[in-house]
């Protein structure tokens, strides 16, 4: 008896921990969504890093990127491409689905079901974009980046571990 109230007590922690995660655009309904990726900017100065998050809606998906930036005149506008692995290319229209809070600019950008299907076969490679906002002297950052499907900066040639995300996989699951 001692032992079966560990083991359940472990079992039942372990479901809610691998909760399914979820996406509420501008306080719509909660969708289910992938973990939030932490993707390589290199060329972005301030973090070097743009969180990427993707939902399944009823008409298809969304993508939620999300950056810290220095002052609040900075924003993610226009279009955005997502690069696949097999190098496919997926083309974002700026709907104008922005947010900004904390030192930290969103924009959420839909896919089609077709898209989205795309997304359910092949690893995300890459998501490039563009920063706007008011240029000033030590001021933020503007123009266009790429983040990368990167867990690291620097990895060994005798690190065989894989070094992207297997976003196929998760958003397949949604």
């Known amino acids: 008896m001692k032992l079966k109230l560990p083991l359940l007590l472990l079992l039942f922690i372990s479901i809610f921990a691998n909760a399914q995660q979820t996406m509420s655009v501008k306080g719509s309904q909660p969708f289910p969504a992938t973990q939030e990726y932490t993707f390589i900017c290199e060329k972005y100065a301030f973090t070097g890093e743009a969180n990427i998050q993707i939902a399944k809606t009823d008409k298809g998906g969304i993508l939620k990127i999300t950056i810290a930036t220095s002052n609040d005149k900075a924003k993610i506008a226009g279009g955005l491409y ?14 104008n689905v922005k947010e900004s809070s904390e030192g930290k600019t969103t924009a959420y950008y839909y896919f089609t079901p077709a898209e989205f299907a795309k997304l359910k076969k092949n ?4 998501v490039r974009f563009i920063i ?12 266009y980046f790429t983040a990368h499907n990167k867990k690291n ?22």
């Open 82 to 95: 997502v690069d696949l692995a097999n190098a496919d290319v997926i083309a974002c229209t700026d709907k």
């Open 123 to 126: 690893d995300i490679y890459a």
């Open 132 to 143: 706007n906002g008011g240029s000033n002297t030590f001021g933020n950052e503007t123009g």
């Open 153 to 174: 900066y620097f990895s060994t040639a005798y690190d065989k571990s894989k070094k992207s995300y297997d976003t196929a996989k998760e958003i397949s699951v949604l």
